[in-house]
């Protein structure tokens, strides 16, 4: 198949040529789905989807347009290619649209280090309809849980190429595994949810469903009777469930995007500290088994480790070719493209540096506060960085659990928060975003 996806992509970029495009990238992606819904011991849901779409961009001097289809036959290809030239000629110039040179295209790269595409066989639907059974049964066995909502267990494969008339050609496959449980504890208004899912990217690495399903269901239990906080300006943690939506916002705001459009709260912070002396958050595409991992970007440009924050000041901006042109600078190869736009600016795989003690420490460190381990919505100003979010978990005094909590909002100052926050050391190894429980001083709280 990645025989039929690099033709696909050098027949688009012969269409292209052929109607008159300067230049042209074309991307071609198979994908295949599998995944099983349980519940109450019965198969509730079970779909399997395949695709083939194909998405072409071409550009006519600095102007540029994208089309997409579903359907691959010659005639489909040179309909795309003639309405893609079409609307190019019709668009507004971009000075900032254009492929890579080829002396910025990625050369040589070792794709089978990055072990993106288990080998394993793909599972049978039987396989799969197992593991959400057995991932709800072990749910189902935790004193307190009346019910599970859905027990669920899934498998994809996703095949890509991507080609340019600069000269780029490659291709790379990634797999997923995973099971997900929702246990309920309670009845009628009473009711409480929690939920436990794992994700990997070979079938070997994946937890049992048991050890899933019993997360989720001690998750739930441990919620019954839950009610508000207090209100006041109180300490936060984050779990680590949770914790990496901070870091998160961080990212959104060194996007190249928007810092080219000014709209960001740290369009002024390059150089500047933005976390605590000695935290690093390193950017690293090239971990193995990954599902974010990859050896080249969406422009062809070779991708590498590096720290966007260093010892708590602010390194850089993650940049495509178009943001990094219309700032100045040189893109950090971190182009990201769907079927039907063109390329945008988007991190890999992040690790924020971790503390020495683990979650109970902050808490202990926290004294009395709130222990977040869901968030609700979310009202965050991309401009002036302020925050506030829906929250649940629970309350913490002395140091330790005292009730679990639900219906609060926490508010804050991203540039203030994430300046204060302290790390445990409980990231995950495999999470595309490695980032431990945080604690964090000096929120408020809206709760009672």
């Known amino acids: 198949m990645a025989d039929t996806?690099?033709?696909?992509?050098?027949?688009?970029?012969?269409?292209?040529?052929?109607?008159?495009?300067?230049?042209?990238?074309?991307?071609?992606?198979?994908?295949?789905?599998?995944?099983?819904?349980?519940?109450?011991?019965?198969?509730?849901?079970?779909?399997?989807?395949?695709?083939l779409e194909i998405g072409l961009r071409v550009l006519i001097g600095r102007r540029q347009a994208c089309v997409s289809a579903s359907d691959t036959a010659p005639a489909t290809l040179a309909e795309m290619a003639r309405r893609a030239v079409a609307m190019a000629r019709e668009a507004p110039d971009d000075p900032n649209a254009g492929l890579a040179e080829?002396?910025?295209?990625a050369r040589d790269w070792d794709l089978g280090a990055l072990e993106l595409d288990d080998p394993a066989p793909?599972?049978?639907?039987?396989?799969?309809?197992?593991?959400?059974?057995?991932?709800?049964?072990?749910?189902?066995?935790?004193?307190?849980?009346?019910?599970v909502q859905t027990a669920s267990a899934g498998y994809g494969r996703q095949a890509m190429h991507l080609a340019a008339s600069n000269g780029f050609s490659a291709g790379m496959a990634r797999t997923s595994r995973s099971v997900a449980c929702v246990a309920i504890t309670g009845e009628g208004t009473g009711m409480e949810r929690d939920w436990h899912a794992e994700s990997r990217v070979w079938q070997a690495d994946l937890p049992d469903p048991e050890s899933i399903g019993r997360t989720a269901g001690e998750r739930a239990a441990a919620r019954a009777g839950a009610r508000k906080p207090p209100t006041g300006a109180f300490p936060v943690v984050y779990d680590e469930r949770?914790?990496?939506?901070?870091?998160?916002?961080?990212?959104?705001?060194?996007?190249?995007?928007?810092?080219?459009?000014?709209?960001?709260?740290?369009?002024?912070?390059?150089?500047?500290?933005?976390?605590?002396?000695g935290l690093n958050l390193t950017e690293d595409p090239l971990r193995p088994r990954i599902g974010a991992s990859r050896p080249f970007d969406a422009e062809g440009l070779a991708t590498a480790r590096r720290d966007l924050v260093a010892g708590g000041v602010l390194t850089g901006w993650v940049l495509d070719l178009a943001t990094a042109r219309?700032?100045?600078?040189?893109?950090?190869?971190?182009?990201?493209?769907?079927?039907?736009?063109?390329?945008?600016?988007?991190v890999t795989s992040v690790a924020l540096t971790q503390g020495q003690g683990n979650r109970e420490g902050l808490l202990r460190e926290m004294g009395t506060g709130l222990l977040i381990t869901s968030l609700i919505g979310s009202s965050i100003n991309a401009?002036?960085?302020?925050?506030?979010?829906?929250?649940?978990?629970?309350?913490?005094?002395g140091g330790e659990i005292a009730w679990p909590v639900n219906e609060c909002t926490v508010a804050g100052n991203l540039r203030d928060m994430l300046r204060r926050i302290v790390?445990?050391?409980?990231?995950?190894?495999?999470?595309?975003?490695?980032?431990?429980s945080l604690l964090v001083e000096g929120l408020t709280i809206a709760g009672a």
Not at 383 to 397: I, K, L, N, Q
């Open 423 to 436: 790390p445990a050391n409980d990231a995950r190894p495999h999470a595309t975003m490695q980032v431990p």
């Open 5 to 51: 996806l690099e033709a696909l992509t050098a027949a688009m970029l012969d269409a292209a040529s052929g109607a008159g495009a300067d230049a042209a990238d074309a991307i071609a992606v198979q994908a295949t789905s599998l995944s099983a819904d349980v519940r109450g011991g019965a198969l509730e849901q079970a779909e399997r989807a395949e695709s």
């Open 102 to 105: 080829a002396a910025q295209l």
């Open 242 to 277: 949770v914790a990496a939506s901070l870091i998160g916002h961080l990212l959104a705001a060194i996007n190249g995007t928007a810092i080219a459009r000014g709209a960001s709260w740290l369009r002024d912070a390059l150089g500047s500290v933005v976390l605590p002396a």
């Open 326 to 346: 219309k700032l100045g600078l040189q893109s950090t190869a971190n182009a990201s493209r769907g079927l039907a736009a063109p390329p945008a600016p988007s």
């Open 383 to 397: 401009t002036t960085g302020d925050y506030s979010r829906g929250a649940s978990g629970f309350w913490v005094e």
């Open 122 to 147: 793909e599972p049978a639907p039987a396989m799969l309809e197992d593991d959400a059974r057995r991932a709800e049964a072990a749910a189902l066995g935790i004193s307190g849980i009346s019910q």
